[in-house]
Every structure is written in C-alpha cells, then in structure tokens.
C-alpha cells in the first residue's frame, strides 16, 4: 500500500491504477460537478478484468455521471475510513452525488513494523494472524469496531449513501444507508451493475411530496 497526497492507494505493479493508486482516472481529470464515489475493496476493483468491466465504471455509464474509485485491495474498514473522511476533508466544496460501499473482507486488519516502514493487510497464513482473527471475532472486537466506524461516517458524510449486500459477506452499515443485495457471483460485475442502477432508478423515480 502507498500513501500519496493525503489518500491510501494499492501498490501497482502491473499499470492497473492510476498515480494515486486507484483504480480509475486521475483525480485532476475527474468532473467534480457530476460524480459518484466508489469505495470498498476486492469486489469493487475486479482487478482479473478491464477496467470497463468493473461495476463502477458500468454503474456510472449507466447513470451518465463520472466517478472515482477508492477501493483498497485487502484494505478493509480502516482503510476505507480514511480515505472517505480524506476525500470529504480535501473536497469539500464539491462532494459527490452519492457514496456506494462494497466490501469483500471488511474485517480486514492492517499491520506495520515498530517502526512504521509500511503499511500493509495482515496475512491470513500467519498463525499469529489467525489468533488475532479468531479471537477478535470471539471477543466482539470486529463488532465493536464497525459500530464505531458506521457512527463516525454517518456523524461526518451528509451524502446518500448506498450500501452492496453480498450473500455471507458482512456489511458497515446498519442504518441511514439504501442497502441493495445480491446473492450471484461477486465477479459478475454486469449483474450487479444492473441490479444497483435498477434499484437507483427506482428509488429516485418516486414522486416525493
């Protein structure tokens, strides 16, 4: 993982991102009049595929707006933490339209050395790393942490938010969210793809008084 200008990015050894280590166009390039912004992890960057077969990139064609894509291999909650609350610190003037949150492995814990040389997703090969795992599931640990990461979002981001439900993947969001589940293969981007902005359209079509 690299930290560039503010933002957590993936470390790119095959020209997948762009030069913040996101999978999307650069952020000077973006129309921050008209966007979506995207964030989670595996699922949302689909990284065996091009880029125009990830459901991001097929969510916002769909809508007619563009988008930026904060997504962290393996980056879980904490990573996703901070890079919404950076985006909304460094952007403020001109936040998104809305928020879609996936996650794969939202429980996904980050580790470093003593003396802070990297940060990086915990191996779940260690056996160390599967006591930490099983034990923070066993204690509540995981619960508690997301409990109060849903309330620093909600008390902070004052845009609508739309959560992706994937079958027996855990979610952030308990409430103050639109959730849209999906029970088919999570490398199926069309399908989700079709399924969110069936549901957006659907939502945002209804006559409000």
């Avoid at 309330?151 to 639109?178: A, E, G, M, W």
């Avoid at 199926?188 to 069936?198: A, G, R, T, W």
Wanted: aromatic share 16%.
């Amino acid at each position: 993982m690299r930290l560039l200008q503010g933002f957590i990015g993936n470390d790119d050894h095959d020209n997948l991102y762009n030069s913040f280590g996101h999978r999307c166009k650069e952020i000077d390039n973006l129309n921050f009049h008209n966007y979506v912004l995207f964030l989670g992890d595996n699922v949302a960057l689909n990284l065996n595929k091009p880029i125009e077969d990830t459901y991001p990139y097929l969510i916002s064609k769909a809508l007619k707006v563009d988008y930026y894509n904060l997504s962290i291999f393996n980056g879980g909650v904490d990573c996703f933490r901070f890079n919404l609350l950076s985006w909304f610190n460094k952007f403020k003037e001109t936040p998104p339209r809305f928020i879609v949150v996936s996650f794969e492995f939202l429980n996904a814990v980050m580790v470093s050395n003593h003396n802070y040389d990297y940060l990086n997703p915990a191996d779940f090969n260690i056996d160390d790393v599967k006591d930490l795992y099983h034990y923070a599931n066993l204690s509540g640990f995981f619960t508690g942490r997301n409990l109060l990461n849903e309330s620093i979002i909600s008390r902070h981001i004052n845009v609508p938010i739309y959560q992706i439900c994937f079958k027996d993947k855990n979610t952030l969001f308990n409430k103050n969210v639109y959730n849209i589940s999906y029970d088919g293969p999570l490398e199926d981007s069309h399908s989700i793809s079709e399924l969110f902005v069936k549901d957006y359209k659907l939502r945002n079509s209804k006559v409000r008084p």
